[in-house]
């Protein structure tokens, strides 16, 4: 899923993406497994990091460190200009936690 899709429309097809000649794009990638909608008093869209990390002390954020940390995430793009479509492949390695937030470590 990315920008602009709804989440009520997350399973359907998406619509392309036109990017016009010398301009760019900011976009958000989100694996749809990883929205899903909680109903009650406090319920709505949730959407999880793509990689949690629960440690609560050193120990634990170490172990879990090693699982991830030196991995790589890669994100296949398919690009049409005009009847071609290449697929790019974006390589991304896990080099470290991004930040701390209330009291769990978050890749």
């Known amino acids: 899923m990315h920008t602009g899709v709804k989440y009520s429309e997350m399973n359907n097809a998406q619509p392309s993406t036109v990017v016009a000649r010398n301009t760019s794009i900011t976009d958000i990638i989100i694996p749809t497994k990883n929205i899903r909608y909680e109903s009650g008093q406090h319920g709505g869209w ?22 991830f940390i030196g991995r790589t995430v890669k994100i296949v793009l398919p690009i049409q200009i005009q009847e071609t479509v290449n697929e790019y492949i974006f390589s991304f390695n896990i080099a470290s936690f991004k930040s701390f937030v209330l009291g769990y470590f978050v890749l």
């Open 46 to 67: 949730i959407t999880d990091p793509l990689f949690v990390n629960i440690a609560k002390d050193k120990e634990k954020l170490d172990y879990v460190s090693k699982l």
